[in-house]
Nanobody, 118 residues
Framework: QVQLVESGGGLVQAGGSLRLSCVAS???????LGWLRQAPGKEREFVAA????????YYANSVKGRFTISKDNTKNTIYLQMNSLQPEDTAVYYC????????????WGPGTQVTVSS
């Protein structure tokens, strides 16, 4: 089973940027990995995913044009570059090892907190 560890979260002012990383240990066999987030009192929601082979990324409408997902196969790592952050982006961000469309089916990391102040 793939184990994941996220990092890179923190406190940032609105309009700022953060880069999240997710390192996977073990062999990745799924087609796509991704990021989801969960704000207080809300359900976990899809943010972005990337195909492990081809590197094609896709995004939730709420982050399209502001966030960029990328990967480094040699490091077994995916990234989430987040620009123009807004208070509504505040959440715990989780990495998942098996994403199909906008649903997550694989193992989860512990998450990393992102807080955006206004």
């Amino acid at each position: 089973q793939v184990q994941l560890v996220e990092s890179g979260g923190g406190l940032v002012q609105a309009g700022g940027s953060l880069r999240l990383s997710c390192v996977a240990s073990g062999r990745i066999t799924s087609n796509a990995l991704g990021w989801l987030r969960q704000a207080p009192g809300k359900e976990r929601e899809f943010v972005a995913a990337i195909t492990w082979g081809g590197g094609s990324g896709y995004y939730a409408n709420s982050v399209k044009g502001r966030f960029t997902i990328s990967k480094d196969n040699t490091k077994n790592t995916i990234y989430l570059q987040m620009n123009s952050l807004q208070p509504e982006d505040t959440a715990v961000y989780y990495c998942n090892a098996r994403v199909i469309a906008t649903k997550a089916f694989g193992s989860w990391g512990p998450g990393t907190q992102v807080t955006v102040s206004s």
